[in-house]
């Protein structure tokens, strides 16, 4: 996945993955039901190759991709800070 | 890549010294584990907003210090590991060019080097962050 696109939001989305990992392995309980839901979809709809449009699109592929992180972003921000606070405070 | 001497560096006298300091820091694990524990002390209180998304980027500095001061993680050039120690001990600074305890100001100024300091390391830190997340080469905690 070309990073350009993401620009400044790049670490958030390594961010959402690494908060998913931390969850599922249940080291990190700390977020709410609604915004987990929002990070999931949000990478539920990077991964996938057919979106609105396709990744394959020379330069325009990720642009949509792009929309929906920031998008995500809004809503998951205050949750993905905190978990990186926690990141550094603990172990 | 060596960090050229541009606008900031010129305008702001207080990262131009804090890149000196770093180049110290970064060669001694135990000085980049205390810059890292000071970093993270101060992280709470220091707000967030001025530095918009290069927050994300802030924390990734410091998870990349402590990754580095303990041996998980090297593959970073020397250049950018000094440029991101500068930057960190700039924003925990609180005498460079605008004092941080000047509402808003002070805090924005930080944002600026920071920003800088991204541009200049954002390789590395998305290397990293890629590193992190990919699970073979983790090594167990």
Do not use: C, H
């Not at chain 1, 396709?54 to 929309?67: F, R």
Request: charged residues 25%; glycine residues 4%.
């Amino acid at each position: 996945m070309p990073r350009g696109p993401f620009g400044d939001s790049w670490p958030y989305f390594q961010a959402m993955l690494r908060l998913i990992r931390a969850y599922a392995d249940g080291r990190y309980g700390e977020v709410p039901e609604n915004t987990l839901v929002v990070i999931v979809a949000a990478i539920v709809y990077l991964v996938n190759p057919l979106d609105v449009i396709p990744d394959a699109l020379p330069a325009l592929g990720y642009l949509d991709d792009a929309t929906v992180l920031a998008l995500a972003l809004r809503r998951s921000r205050d949750a993905l800070d905190d978990f990186m606070t926690w990141e550094t405070t603990t172990f | 890549m060596k960090p050229k001497r541009t606008a900031v560096t010129k305008s702001n006298r207080a990262f131009a010294d804090a890149l000196v300091r770093a180049r110290a820091y970064a060669k001694d694990p135990k000085a980049l584990r205390e810059l890292f524990q000071e970093a993270v002390r101060k992280a709470t209180s220091i707000p967030k907003a001025p530095f918009k998304d290069l927050w994300g980027y802030f924390q990734t500095m410091l998870r990349l210090i402590r990754a580095y001061y303990r041996g998980d993680y090297r593959n970073v050039p020397f250049t950018s590991l000094v440029m991101i120690v500068g930057a960190i001990i700039d924003v925990l600074n609180p005498w460079d060019l605008i004092p941080d305890w000047v509402p808003t100001l002070g805090f924005l100024d930080d944002a600026t080097v920071l920003a800088f300091a991204v541009q200049k390391t954002r390789e590395a830190l998305d290397n990293f962050t890629t590193w992190e997340t990919a699970p073979p080469v983790r090594p167990a905690r």
